[in-house]
Nanobody, 115 residues
Framework: QVQLVESGGGLVQPGGSLRLSCAAS????????MGWYRQAPGKERELVAR???????DYGDSVKGRFTISRDNAKNTMYLQMNSLKPEDTAVYYC?????????WGKGTLVTVSA
């Protein structure tokens, strides 16, 4: 059974950077589409970025050009490099694994962008 653990969240000033990590257990990581989603208070969960098993990526419109998703299959880990952070990026960031339609979620890590 896949388990996902996010790390790297915290408080950062506007314009700053953070790197989130998602460590996955299990043997299907390299076969899975992995994604980062976020949910701000009072808002619905939204896609931040997604990376396929083959390395193809797509991003939410609000983060294009600022965030970069990547994966290291040897380490069973996915990353999200977040640059030029804005207050509106404040949210709980969740890691997601999708393998053959089976979706697994992490518990989330809080990112707060504030002066």
């Amino acid at each position: 059974q896949v388990q996902l653990v996010e790390s790297g969240g915290g408080l950062v000033q506007p314009g700053g950077s953070l790197r989130l990590s998602c460590a996955a257990s299990g043997s299907v990581f390299r076969l899975s589409t992995m994604g980062w989603y976020r949910q701000a208070p009072g808002k619905e969960r939204e896609l931040v970025a997604r990376i396929s098993s083959g390395g193809g990526t797509d991003y939410g419109d609000s983060v294009k050009g600022r965030f970069t998703i990547s994966r290291d299959n040897a380490k069973n880990t996915m990353y999200l490099q977040m640059n030029s952070l804005k207050p509106e990026d404040t949210a709980v960031y969740y890691c997601n694994s999708d393998w053959r339609g089976v979706n697994v979620w992490g518990k989330g890590t809080l990112v707060t962008v504030s002066a």
